[in-house]
Antibody
């Protein structure tokens, strides 16, 4: 069974930093591109960042470019999101999501999410 | 970025009703579209990909259609477990993946 379990969320002050983790199991983690998608309270979904299976290709939404860094450790079956210079508008539930096996960019498995609150 | 507009933003329906949700892209996206279902406090679940292909394990009462800029998700006979929020997502433009604003299906 595919499982994605996020951790690392919490309350942080504006300008602060936080590192999110996603532990993957039930599939060959090193074969899949992985992603972070966020959802502000009561709002819709926003794609944040993607990383290819071997970390060769990394992409960010304009809203987080230069502040967030995605990474992965295939030996540990883990995905990470380092978030710096956090702003109030970064407050959201952050989901780890697996890219579907096919060519197109769909998300076939999601974690339960971890809440990040940026507030003074 | 490609903008995705869903309508309606909410719909009230009864068990057994046929429900149709639409999603419009700001530019043509061929058939690169997915639909997700999200229940309160839960992660989204992939229902439909490539506009009309049913994800494994998803009941056949869900169907998708469309191409280019206009897409629909249809629930042929609404079941109690279908009350949720539904999102479309375009996969034509990457990076720059975008979702629709969501459609909440509520109990009438």
């Amino acid at each position: 069974e595919v499982q994605l379990v996020e951790s690392g969320g919490g309350l942080v002050k504006p300008g602060g930093s936080l590192r999110l983790s996603c532990a993957a199991s039930g599939f060959t983690f090193s074969s899949y591109s992985m992603n972070w998608v966020r959802q502000a309270p009561g709002k819709g979904l926003e794609w944040v960042s993607s990383i290819s299976s071997s970390s060769s290709y990394i992409y960010y939404a304009d809203s987080v470019k230069g502040r967030f860094t995605i990474s992965r450790d295939n030996a540990k079956n883990s995905l990470y999101l380092q978030m710096n210079s956090l702003r109030a508008e970064d407050t959201a539930v952050y989901y780890c999501a697996r890219k579907w096996f096919g060519e197109s960019y769909y998300f076939d498995y999601w974690g339960q999410g971890t809440l990040v609150t940026v507030s003074s | 970025d490609i903008q995705m507009t869903q309508s309606p933003s909410s719909v009230s329906a009864s068990v057994g009703d046929r429900v149709t949700i639409t999603c419009r892209a700001s530019q043509g996206i061929s058939s690169w579209l997915a639909w997700y279902q999200q229940k309160p406090g839960k992660a989204p679940k992939l229902l439909i990909y490539a506009a009309s292909s049913l994800q494994s394990g998803v009941p056949s009462r869900f169907s998708g259609s469309g191409s280019g800029t206009d897409f629909t998700l249809t629930i042929s006979s609404l079941q109690p477990e279908d009350f949720a929020t539904y999102y479309c997502q375009q996969a034509n433009s990457f990076p720059g993946l975008t979702f629709g604003g969501g459609t909440k299906v509520e109990i009438k």
